[in-house]
């Protein structure tokens, strides 16, 4: 069964950091491009990071550039998300997601979606 | 950076009718890359639609997506108990962003 399980989340105050984690399974992790996309509580979705099969291209939505970085092992088939100077706007569900991608382009959906960890920043 | 605009915001219909949701770019993109996703309260997206009209694996053909330019949009021709959810849809071109959401809501 093709997997993506998120964890790492919880509650931080402002200024700290956190690191998410998301395990892949069912697939061939290395292939694919990876993301992270948030929903904070009622809202919509906000696309959050990109990274490529093999690490060597990174995109970031400009509120978190600087303060979050996308990495991936693809021996570990595990994707992360090293949240740093977080701030209560960054509160959402993160989710991890799959990229449709093929010959290392990403073709601009994302095809599955982990069940998400929830990230609060407050004091 | 494209903005999305998605309308109406709430769409409030009954089981069997015909829903139509609307996806406006705020300038011209390419087709290839508008997907729709449908999400459930306390669940994850889904991929419904891909390239502005491919079905994602597994999604009934009473979804339907069409479009180009800057005007897209979702059609569910029968609507089923199941398909009461928020839809969103998301652009790859300029950035990656998705639209506001419409609601449908059981009337």
């Known amino acids: 069964e093709v997997q993506l399980v998120e964890s790492g989340g919880g509650l931080v105050q402002p200024g700290g950091s956190l690191r998410l984690s998301c395990a892949a399974s069912g697939f061939t992790f290395s292939t694919y491009w990876m993301s992270w996309v948030r929903q904070a509580p009622g809202k919509g979705l906000e696309w959050v990071a990109n990274i490529k099969q093999d690490g060597s291209e990174k995109y970031y939505v400009d509120s978190v550039k600087g303060r979050f970085t996308i990495s991936r092992d693809n021996a570990k088939n595990s994707l992360y998300l090293q949240m740093n100077s977080l701030r209560a706007e960054d509160t959402a569900v993160y989710y991890c997601?799959?990229?449709?991608?093929?010959?290392?382009?990403?073709?601009?959906?994302?095809?599955?979606w982990g069940q998400g960890t929830m990230v609060t920043v407050s004091s | 950076e494209i903005v999305l605009t998605q309308s109406p915001g709430t769409l409030s219909l009954s089981p069997g009718e015909r829903a139509t949701l609307s996806c406006r770019a705020s300038?011209?993109?390419?087709?290839?890359?508008l997907a729709w996703y449908q999400q459930k309260p306390g669940q994850a997206p889904r991929l419904l639609i891909y390239?502005?009209?491919s079905r994602a694996t597994g999604i009934p053909d009473r979804f339907s997506g069409s479009g180009s330019g800057t005007d897209f949009s979702l059609t569910i021709s029968r609507l089923e108990p199941e398909d009461f959810a928020v839809y969103y849809c998301?652009?790859?071109?300029?950035?990656?962003?998705f639209g506001g959401g419409t609601k449908v809501e059981i009337k």
């Open positions: 998301q652009q790859y071109g300029s950035s990656l962003t």
């Open positions: 300038q011209s993109m390419s087709s290839s890359f």
């Open positions: 390239g502005a009209s």
């Open positions: 997601a799959r990229g449709r991608s093929r010959s290392g382009w990403f073709l601009g959906a994302f095809d599955i």
